[in-house]
DNA sequence: TTATAGATTGCCT
DNA sequence: GGCAATCTATAAT
């Protein structure tokens, strides 16, 4: 918890393997984001992992575009995209240059910087558990929490600290993984390419699995 | 506690 | 023109 900030950054070599094998290594590890002074940060308990043209529900299978440059790009890229029109969602690219893969954030547990989350997230926050999963337990609600959108952040580099938007390893030991369907899609719904950290409170709800 | 509708932008056919 | 990797408020059980 003390002194996050002065972990080492996860670098690219991580990132580059297929997000199958990432995904579940990335639970447990930290998302840091720094703005000015105020650091945030939170606990990666749930993830998604998108691939490529085998993969109808990933934003790459069509092919490339202006919208989905960065998942072509480099590995440990930032990746935002506007969710029905309203919402930002944050992925981080994989694979070298030239695949594409991702892995899509959706539920963090907050560790430090509750107030700006809560201030970000236009809430009024109590210490109860209700309370504080309002502020990251969900695709949607972690950006806006950090303050990530598509203008700013889409395409950084988050292999290294001086993005502002990075990831560390504190060493914390997860207790299980757990494997579902991924949630909110109508394409491929049957692959089991979502993590999560098993019972952990701040895993978005489940709907149907 | 679960179910449903509505908001709202930009991408692709 | 249709649709989408979501969230929230409101309604009903």
Not at 47 to 76: I, K
Not at 118 to 124: E, F, N, P, S, T
């Amino acid at each position: 918890m003390l002194h996050l900030a002065a972990l080492p950054p996860l670098r690219t070599q991580f990132y580059t393997p297929d997000p199958r094998e990432i995904a579940p290594k990335l639970l447990g590890k930290v998302l840091l984001r720094k703005k000015g002074k105020s650091l945030r940060a939170g606990r990666i308990v749930e993830v998604e992992a998108y691939l490529g043209a085998d993969d109808a529900a990933a934003h790459a299978a069509a092919g490339q575009t202006e919208r989905n440059n960065v998942l072509f790009g480099p590995p440990g890229h930032a990746y935002v995209y506007l969710s029905y029109g309203l919402h930002y969602c944050l992925n981080i690219s994989c694979m070298p240059p030239g695949q594409a893969g991702s892995i899509l954030f959706r539920a963090l547990e907050p560790l430090t910087g509750f107030a700006a989350m809560a201030k970000a997230r236009g809430l009024a926050i109590s210490n109860e558990l209700r309370s504080l999963r309002m502020l990251t337990s969900g695709p949607a609600r972690l950006c806006q929490a950090l303050e990530i959108t598509r203008e700013r952040d889409n395409g950084r580099d988050m292999t290294s600290p001086d993005s502002g938007l990075w990831i560390v390893d504190d060493n914390h030991k997860v207790q299980k993984v757990a494997i579902s369907k991924r949630i909110g899609i109508t394409k491929s719904a049957e692959l089991p390419l979502r993590y999560y950290l098993e019972g952990n409170p701040f895993v978005s709800a489940t709907r149907k699995v």
